[in-house]
């Protein structure tokens, strides 16, 4: 898992074309950039009585054993797994169990569904396009585990991405992950919930949805990022001790990162997905910048993405080109000790050190506008000095960079600067550093 760098493909939007085959054609791009895991979205048709907007959310499934034609084939998607394989990238499926479209194949069995006093069927949290699943059935159960066994049977797939986690008995989940193991030892499970109960038994990986919020209320509204760190360790009391959390910024139920929290602000909430423990999650053209819509309502409609923003925010892509294999090639950044360290202006700088036996790293990152001149408080390590990280891609270069680190020590630390939204990350070797006296460690 730690390994992980997930992106997320909205098919409908992804390309011009809408399609799976879209999706294929890109595989090679997604691997240069350093993805290793694809979540797609849901491919099954989608319903259209009570339908939200001109295309309906993918999440409004009206057969789960069925792919919609506007995006291909089983074939289609079949190719897609195999070329992904072909590249030693894992593919999990999106899925939402927790309800179906009103007009499901499902509904020939109403026995599925929930009901009011009435006895009529009704709609799961306010969402009026769906219908809500009845998990104290035992047929239900065990149509929702069949099919997916047969997702992962039939096309080969890694696991899945599972919508609306936290409002499907967890007891469901334990049940299903015996089954699915049964079939794929190694299968992959995540969440969309930030519920402890669900990572004992049943998950591998949920949502750090936590830390997105605190991200909004920094970086948006100008909150201390000193909350950043309490909203840590407000998480590591809460789950058990080795559970993973997908670190998310963006993704297709939030206005773009890019608009939320402009272009610099986007790739310091980046930066701290990628060098937080946790396992990072781009998002359908985040990696160039793109800013087109989504969220509700333009979740029910189409807006591909505009793989033009690479030229008109190539700061976006020359980051997101060096900090990838950065932490692929850091031990310390994929599992090293978190310790927090103070700073000279916590209001707006977040500054903390990833260590492992190999090497410890610094991160520093400026969350606001405003540039920061001060010093950090962080002990010198005998004779060792620190070295700066380059987060700038070979000139020229649109392939993956090997990260550098620059030839001469940094003399000038604990004294450092920040521009407005910048990332600064600096090396050195061996195993974490004494911190000085008010750096305080993430507690475990």
Same mark, same amino acid.
């Given at each position: 898992?730690?390994?992980?760098?997930?992106?997320?493909?909205?098919?409908?939007?992804?390309?011009?074309?809408?399609?799976?085959?879209?999706?294929?054609?890109?595989?090679?791009?997604?691997?240069?950039?350093?993805? $290793?895991?694809?979540?797609?979205?849901?491919?099954?048709?989608? #319903?259209?009585?009570?339908?939200? #907007?001109?295309?309906? /959310?993918?999440?409004?499934?009206?057969?789960?054993?069925?792919? &919609?034609?506007?995006?291909?084939?089983? %074939?289609?998607?079949?190719?897609?797994?195999?070329?992904? !394989?072909?590249?030693?990238?894992?593919?999990?499926?999106?899925?939402?169990?927790? @309800?179906?479209?009103? =007009?499901?194949?499902?509904?020939?069995?109403?026995?599925?569904?929930?009901?009011?006093?009435?006895?009529?069927?009704? *709609?799961?949290?306010?969402?009026?396009?769906?219908?809500?699943?009845?998990?104290?059935?035992?047929?239900?159960?065990?149509?929702?585990?069949?099919?997916?066994?047969?997702?992962?049977?039939?096309?080969?797939?890694?696991?899945?991405?599972?919508?609306?986690?936290?409002?499907?008995?967890?007891?469901?989940?334990?049940?299903?992950?015996?089954?699915?193991?049964?079939?794929?030892? =190694?299968?992959?499970?995540?969440?969309?919930?930030?519920?402890?109960?669900?990572?004992?038994?049943?998950?591998?990986?949920?949502?750090?949805?936590?830390?997105?919020?605190?991200?909004?209320?920094?970086?948006? @509204?100008?909150?201390?990022?000193?909350?950043?760190?309490?909203?840590?360790?407000?998480?590591?009391?809460?789950?058990?001790?080795?559970?993973?959390?997908?670190?998310? /910024?963006?993704?297709?139920?939030?206005?773009?990162?890019?608009?939320?929290?402009?272009?610099?602000?986007?790739?310091?909430?980046?930066?701290?997905?990628?060098?937080?423990? #946790?396992?990072?999650?781009?998002?359908?053209?985040?990696?160039?910048?793109?800013?087109?819509?989504?969220?509700?309502? %333009?979740?029910? &409609?189409?807006? @591909?993405?505009?793989?033009?923003?690479?030229?008109?925010?190539?700061?976006?892509?020359?980051?997101?080109?060096?900090?990838?294999?950065?932490?692929?090639?850091?031990?310390?950044?994929?599992?090293?000790?978190?310790?927090?360290?103070? $700073?000279? =202006?916590?209001? !707006?700088?977040?500054?903390?050190?990833? +260590?492992?036996?190999?090497?410890?790293?610094?991160?520093?990152?400026?969350?606001?506008?405003?540039?920061?001149? #001060?010093?950090?408080?962080?002990?010198?390590?005998?004779?060792?000095?620190?070295?700066?990280?380059?987060?700038?891609?070979?000139?020229?270069?649109?392939?993956?960079?090997?990260?550098?680190?620059?030839? +001469?020590?940094?003399?000038?630390?604990?004294?450092? *600067?920040?521009?407005?939204?910048?990332?600064?990350?600096?090396?050195?070797?061996?195993?974490?550093?004494?911190? %000085?006296?008010?750096?305080?460690?993430?507690?475990?």
């Amino acid at each position: 898992m730690d390994q992980a760098v997930i992106y997320e493909i909205f098919p409908r939007d992804f390309s011009s074309d809408g399609t799976l085959n879209a999706v294929t054609a890109k595989l090679t791009t997604l691997h240069t950039l350093g993805v $290793n895991v694809l979540w797609i979205m849901p491919v099954h048709p989608i #319903g259209v009585l009570r339908r939200l #907007g001109p295309l309906g /959310s993918p999440y409004a499934a009206r057969d789960f054993y069925a792919i &919609d034609p506007a995006l291909g084939t089983k %074939a289609d998607f079949k190719h897609l797994v195999e070329a992904a !394989h072909a590249l030693s990238m894992r593919v999990i499926l999106d899925i939402a169990a927790d @309800h179906t479209a009103w =007009d499901s194949v499902m509904m020939a069995h109403p026995e599925f569904y929930t009901h009011d006093a009435a006895g009529r069927i009704i *709609s799961p949290h306010g969402w009026s396009d769906v219908a809500g699943l009845n998990y104290d059935n035992p047929a239900l159960r065990q149509y929702m585990i069949q099919m997916f066994t047969y997702w992962l049977k039939t096309f080969n797939l890694d696991g899945f991405r599972c919508d609306a986690a936290g409002f499907v008995p967890t007891s469901f989940w334990e049940q299903l992950r015996p089954v699915l193991q049964a079939v794929r030892p =190694d299968v992959l499970l995540l969440a969309e919930a930030s519920k402890p109960e669900l990572m004992t038994k049943a998950f591998d990986l949920d949502y750090a949805w936590p830390l997105l919020a605190t991200f909004n209320e920094v970086i948006e @509204h100008g909150k201390s990022a000193t909350a950043i760190e309490a909203t840590w360790n407000e998480q590591m009391a809460r789950f058990p001790r080795g559970a993973a959390h997908m670190l998310i /910024s963006d993704d297709h139920d939030e206005q773009r990162a890019t608009v939320r929290y402009g272009t610099g602000g986007a790739i310091a909430a980046s930066a701290l997905a990628f060098t937080l423990p #946790g396992v990072p999650m781009l998002y359908n053209g985040m990696e160039v910048g793109d800013a087109t819509p989504s969220g509700a309502p %333009a979740l029910f &409609d189409k807006f @591909h993405l505009y793989w033009g923003s690479e030229e008109q925010r190539p700061q976006v892509a020359a980051f997101y080109r060096a900090l990838i294999p950065l932490r692929a090639s850091s031990t310390a950044l994929r599992h090293g000790d978190l310790i927090w360290l103070h $700073n000279s =202006d916590e209001q !707006h700088v977040i500054s903390f050190t990833r +260590s492992s036996p190999e090497e410890t790293d610094l991160v520093t990152v400026n969350l606001s506008n405003t540039p920061f001149r #001060g010093s950090i408080e962080v002990a010198t390590h005998g004779n060792q000095a620190w070295r700066e990280v380059s987060l700038a891609p070979a000139a020229g270069s649109r392939r993956r960079s090997a990260t550098t680190v620059t030839d +001469s020590p940094v003399m000038a630390l604990p004294v450092l *600067s920040l521009d407005a939204f910048q990332v600064r990350i600096f090396r050195r070797s061996g195993s974490r550093p004494a911190a %000085a006296a008010c750096a305080h460690e993430t507690p475990r």
